[in-house]
């Protein structure tokens, strides 16, 4: 009779995608998850890392004008001297705007240091939830243990076929095929310069001393980071939980000293 696992403890699979054995989570993945933090934290961010900007103070007001004021029949624009041709005033060609983007703007939102810090933690228990990363449209085998743990020959890759076999071997290549289909955009933003637009795929956690990154960021759809550097707008992109992730043994371990 198989021994039956406790819910702290996930499997540990080889790179030929074999169970070796299994491991207990650290504590953080036991935290609740708190979706209002988690959205809070990365509006935080992503409103943090917006630059502020605005229109030259000069602009649509390089012109030599005067009204006609009242009494002609005309609208009372401002026009250009000696001319009948409209100018400066907001509405008119070349004129200024009426209520334009002010350089001076504080576009940053304010989050506490321990709201953050829960947020993180609670990014990071959704991971293991199969619920919330099947909600979020990952594709992964129905047997797999989340989030998927791997020996650290993972950090021995070198190339991109070596990963793409990896993937192949645990059954989440799926995965990275869902996000292969890119969309075209609604609205206008496909005339800015961002027409497309990708689904995102697997994360992948390597310890801060792995080489084999450049193995995975290749794959569409898929981001590595370092346990060091996992936050939660990395683990629930767009504010939304459940990312499927895979850990290396030794990126799982420093997770552990969170």
């Known amino acids: 009779m198989a021994k039956k696992r406790k819910e702290n403890e996930v499997n540990v699979y080889s790179v030929e995608g074999k169970v070796v054995r299994t491991i207990e989570l650290p504590g953080v993945f036991m935290t609740g998850v708190r979706t209002d933090l988690i959205r809070r934290a990365v509006v935080s961010a992503q409103a943090n890392r917006r630059q502020s900007y605005g229109p030259n103070p000069m602009s649509g007001m390089r012109h030599a004008v005067s009204t006609w004021g009242k009494g002609r029949g005309v609208s009372r624009v ?44 609670s990014a990071l228990a959704a991971t293991k939830d199969v ?36 993937l192949k071997s645990i059954n989440v290549f799926d995965d990275v095929l869902r996000a292969r289909e890119r969309k075209i955009r609604a609205g206008r933003g496909k005339m800015r310069a ?19 990154s450049r193995a995975f960021t290749n794959i569409p759809g898929v981001d590595v980071s370092t346990s060091r550097h996992l936050n ?27």
């Open 78 to 121: 401002q026009r250009i001297t000696g001319q009948r041709t409209a100018a400066q005033s907001p509405g008119t060609v070349g004129g200024r705007k009426a209520h334009p983007p002010r350089p001076g703007h504080d576009w940053s939102k304010k989050i506490n240091k321990k709201e953050r810090v829960m947020a993180r933690a």
């Open 194 to 212: 961002r027409k497309y637009r990708r689904p995102t795929s697997i994360l992948v956690a390597l310890s801060s001393s792995s080489e084999s």
């Open 131 to 166: 619920g919330l990363v099947s909600k979020r449209g990952h594709v992964f085998d129905a047997d797999l243990t989340l989030p998927v743990v791997v020996e650290d020959d993972i950090e021995l890759l070198k190339t991109t076929q070596e990963a793409v076999e990896l």
């Open 232 to 258: 939660t707008e990395i683990l629930a992109p767009g504010g939304e939980p459940g990312r499927l992730v895979l850990f290396s043994e030794s990126a799982l371990e420093e997770v552990r000293a969170w």
